[in-house]
C-alpha cells in the first residue's frame, strides 16, 4: 500500500531564507511523486513532479526537490523565501503506471513567511 | 482558457436539505474527481469516474452520490444522509495516460450547512 507522511503541519521561515518541506513516501513500485501548491480559498496548483531520469527536479515559483530512493524522500525547497510563498503544500504520491492508478496526498503543510 | 469551473464558491445549505455542486471542464479529459477537504486533514476522495457513465466509490462516498452523463461534467450532491457536511469541495480532473499524469483542480465550493 502507499502512503505519504508530511513532516511538520506547520513551518515558519523568514523572508529570504531557505525553505525545507519535508515528504517521506511509502510504495511497493517505482512511484511518482508531486507536490501542489493551494493559496487560501483556492484548488491545488502543481509545482513540480517526479517522474523517472533525474532525480532533482525543478518546478514553478523557484521550486525544486530531489527524489531519494535510499531513504524513500521527496522534500521541497526554495532557496530564499518570498513572501507570496505562504500557502499550504501538499505532496502526493501515485504507485502505478497509468492514471488510473490512485494518488494519495501528505496532511499538507501550511508555510507561513516571516517579514 | 482550459480548465474547471466549480461553481458556487461559496454555499450555505440547512440541514436536511440535499445540495448538488457544480464542476464542468473544459480540458478533455476523462478522468474526474471530488475531493472533500478539512483543515489538518489533507485531500480525501468522495468518488471518481473514469468514463462517462461510469463511477466508483472514494474512501468516503457515505452520503454523497454522482453522475457522469456528459464527459464535461460531474456533479456531486451531498445528500442529507452525510452526518457532517460542511467543508471544502474540490474537483480535479486528469488526462488518460501515464501514471506521470498530474491532476489538475478547481478553484473549490464551500459548503456550509448549519
Known amino acids: 500500500a502507499q502512503s505519504v507522511t508530511q513532516l511538520g503541519s506547520h513551518v515558519s521561515v523568514s523572508e529570504g531564507a531557505l525553505v525545507l518541506l519535508r515528504c517521506n513516501y511509502s510504495?511497493?513500485?517505482?512511484?511518482?511523486l508531486f507536490w501542489y501548491v493551494q493559496y487560501p480559498n483556492q484548488g491545488l496548483q502543481l509545482l513540480l513532479k517526479?517522474?523517472?531520469?533525474?532525480?532533482l527536479v525543478k518546478g514553478i515559483n523557484g521550486f525544486e526537490a530531489e527524489f531519494k530512493k535510499s531513504e524513500t524522500s521527496f522534500h521541497l525547497t526554495k532557496p530564499s523565501a518570498h513572501m507570496s510563498d505562504a500557502a499550504e503544500y501538499f505532496c502526493a504520491v501515485r504507485a502505478g503506471y497509468s492514471s488510473a492508478s490512485k494518488i494519495i496526498f501528505g496532511s499538507g503543510t501550511r508555510l507561513s513567511i516571516r517579514p | 482558457d482550459g480548465g474547471i469551473t466549480q461553481s458556487p464558491k461559496y454555499l450555505f445549505r440547512k440541514e436536511g436539505q440535499n445540495v448538488t455542486l457544480s464542476c464542468e471542464q473544459n480540458?478533455?479529459?476523462?478522468?474526474m474527481y471530488w475531493y472533500r477537504q478539512d483543515p489538518g486533514q489533507g485531500l480525501r476522495l468522495i468518488y471518481y469516474s473514469q468514463i462517462v457513465n461510469d463511477f466508483q466509490k472514494g474512501d468516503i462516498a457515505e452520503g454523497y452520490s454522482v453522475s457522469r452523463e456528459k464527459k464535461e461534467s460531474f456533479p456531486l450532491t451531498v445528500t442529507s444522509a452525510q452526518k457532517n457536511p460542511t467543508a471544502f469541495y474540490l474537483c480535479a480532473s486528469t488526462l488518460e495516460g501515464p501514471g506521470s499524469s498530474p491532476l489538475h483542480f478547481g478553484n473549490g465550493t464551500r459548503l456550509t450547512v448549519t
Open positions: 517526479y517522474t523517472t531520469g533525474a532525480t
Open positions: 510504495s511497493s513500485v517505482p512511484p511518482y
Open positions: 480540458l478533455n479529459h476523462d478522468a
